[in-house]
């Protein structure tokens, strides 16, 4: 069974930063792409970034290109998002989520297979 655990969450300013970490159980972490998303309250969950197993690829929405960088540790089974610049629009709750099938590296939420409980993330004006 793999599970997902986030932290790194908090309070912060407007123009501040905060990387989230999500640690993953599994042998077979280094094949599984992985995606961060967010939900706000009142919105629908939203894809924010995702990254290939290797690492070698990486995917962003609009809103937090040139803020947001997604990384990964294959030997601490770890990905990581850092986040710089956070406007207060940032806010919500951040999910890291794994995906079984190697050979892509998925936008949608449909496609992930496992799922963290969530770290929130305030960004105060």
């Known amino acids: 069974q793999v599970q997902l655990v986030e932290s790194g969450g908090g309070l912060v300013q407007a123009g501040g930063s905060l990387r989230l970490s999500c640690a993953v159980s599994?042998?077979?972490?280094?094949?599984?792409?992985m995606g961060w998303f967010r939900q706000a309250p009142g919105n629908e969950r939203e894809f924010v970034a995702a990254?290939?197993?290797?690492?070698?690829?990486?995917y962003y929405t609009d809103s937090v290109k040139g803020r947001f960088t997604i990384s990964r540790d294959n030997a601490e089974n770890t990905v990581y998002l850092q986040m710089n610049s956070l406007k207060p629009e940032d806010t919500a709750v951040y999910y890291c989520?794994?995906?079984?099938?190697?050979?892509?590296?998925?936008?949608?939420?449909?496609?992930?297979?496992?799922w963290g409980q969530g770290t929130q993330v305030t960004v105060s004006s």
């Open positions: 989520a794994a995906d079984k099938l190697p050979y892509r590296v998925p936008t949608e939420e449909i496609s992930y297979d496992y």
């Open positions: 599994g042998r077979t972490f280094s094949t599984y792409p």
């Open positions: 990254i290939s197993g290797s690492g070698g690829s990486t």
